[in-house]
């Protein structure tokens, strides 16, 4: 009896993490036939694929109307609303906070607008009617309804599904009846991301906050259609083979010997724009002498970011190297993770003695290694513009849990800052059982064992 046909979008390098990385494509194909719908050219790692067992297969770019555009911003703002989430709000504050006086007015006349055109709930059936009829006929759905016609899958695993390029493969799918699985890649997905373009048969995720926003954002979900998972790109972490010496991986990235290190996990501009400044604070302590123990920052950029926000502060430091690995940000996040990348990642995280970012998924990953964890929420610049939004990072719904675990310091000022930086080195243990709580909350697991727990649950539904 031959194996089911399974069709994996692979449109980030997020999935080369999750699908390749991790092991799961190779157990995959025990039990099916993968099919690897690649979104960008890079032979070295096609063959990869195929020598895991893979066929590759290309999918084009999806192109659309300005008319479905308009129609599906509008679903995705309706929806927003309707899944009865602060994060929405806070996010809406902190777009506005990026604009200039002008265009502050437009786009707050634009979301009084959409609030206008999506408050009666009558009008939403038509609403979604007109932006599924658009689809149908100012897309280039054709493209990938064809790419279907060559693969001839009997189940599609979605590992992005919020990501705009898979949405055409997706609803093409859903239109012909294939299975659909997906796995919501991050924590933060549900609550901060657009409407889920089609229906799955079954959801995998993170924890049991993920669980209930499923549920409370998509009423036509069961319980039984979702499985509590955790992260399979955490599995990475309880290998200690993944984890270098540690004076290899300073010689690597050309740190010297002596000093210990901080490490500093940038966010994105959109997030927080002035992020910047608090590197600059921090690295003026050091020379200042106000961090006794006279330590070094690594400044690892966040593969989303821009560059050139960074270039002028660290044009002027003094006590900062820059980790150059895993940009992803000048190819659209279309580039492979190597394991060389998955083992220095691993590394920094286990050697940097503390860690420091804005509210980011990296203080999960620093909690798995037991590591002084620091969210600096204030505006470290002169004019305090961005003073709420940065606060009410914290205070999104996905990161709820991390700040009231007690492992995460919050810091709200630059004294707060260096105290809590000192911290850090004099009490690292502090803080060690709000560590485990986090890893509790946000990965459910800690075992390393997700990968296993995604296969055996793709074994189950595929009939393997």
Not at 74 to 90: P, S
Request: proline share 6%; net charge neutral; hydrophobic share 35%.
């Amino acid at each position: 009896m031959p194996k089911p046909r399974l069709l994996i979008p692979v449109f980030t390098h997020f999935s080369v993490r999750y699908i390749l990385r991790t092991g799961m494509l190779t157990a995959l194909t025990e039990f099916t036939q993968p099919i690897v719908a690649l979104s960008w050219q890079d032979p070295a790692l096609e063959n990869e694929f195929s020598q895991a067992g893979a066929e590759i297969l290309h999918v084009p770019n999806f192109t659309f109307s300005s008319q479905f555009k308009e129609t599906r911003e509008l679903v995705n703002f309706w929806h927003k609303q309707v899944r009865q989430t602060n994060t929405t709000e806070i996010d809406i504050r902190r777009e506005a906070s990026l604009l200039g006086l002008r265009e502050r007015v437009n786009y707050e006349v634009q979301i009084l607008k959409d609030r206008i055109k999506t408050a009666l709930p009558a009008r939403i059936p038509h609403l979604l009617q007109q932006e599924e009829s658009l689809f149908w006929s100012e897309t280039n759905y054709q493209e990938f309804d064809a790419i279907l016609d060559q693969s001839k899958p009997d189940a599609v695993f979605s590992i992005t599904p919020f990501v705009n390029k898979e949405e055409p493969l997706l609803r093409c799918a859903q239109k012909r009846g294939v299975l659909r699985i997906t796995s919501i890649l991050s924590f933060d997905n549900v609550t901060s991301r657009t409407r889920l373009p089609v229906s799955f048969e079954h959801y995998l995720v993170w924890n049991r906050y993920n669980h209930a926003e499923l549920l409370r954002a998509y009423p036509d979900i069961t319980p039984e259609q979702i499985t509590i998972s955790g992260p399979p790109q955490f599995d990475f972490y309880y290998d200690s083979a993944n984890v270098i010496p540690e004076e290899k991986w300073r010689s690597r990235l050309g740190l010297p010997s002596a000093r210990p290190v901080i490490l500093f996990g940038g966010g994105t501009y959109k997030i927080v724009p002035n992020e910047p400044l608090f590197l600059k604070q921090l690295d003026d302590a050091i020379s200042n002498g106000e961090v006794p123990a006279h330590p070094i920052i690594l400044f690892r950029r966040h593969p989303g970011d821009i560059a050139s926000r960074w270039q002028e502060v660290l044009s002027g430091v003094k006590n900062t190297f820059t980790d150059q690995s895993w940009q992803a940000n000048e190819s659209r996040g279309q580039i492979n993770i190597t394991h060389a990348d998955i083992e220095q990642l691993c590394s920094t995280l286990a050697h940097c003695a503390v860690q420091i970012n804005s509210s980011s998924t990296l203080t999960v990953d620093g909690a798995v290694f037991d590591r002084p964890q620091i969210g600096p929420a204030y505006d470290p610049g002169s004019s305090r513009k961005y003073d709420r939004v940065l606060k009410e990072l914290y205070i999104r719904e996905h990161y709820i849990p991390i700040t009231n675990s007690g492992g995460l310091d919050l810091v709200y000022s630059r004294p707060d800052f260096i105290r809590a930086v000192n911290d850090g080195f004099e009490k690292p243990a502090e803080r060690t059982e709000g560590r485990k709580k986090i890893v509790e909350e946000i990965c459910t697991y800690n075992d390393g064992q997700s990968t296993l727990r995604v296969v055996k649950k793709l074994r189950q539904l595929l009939g393997g």
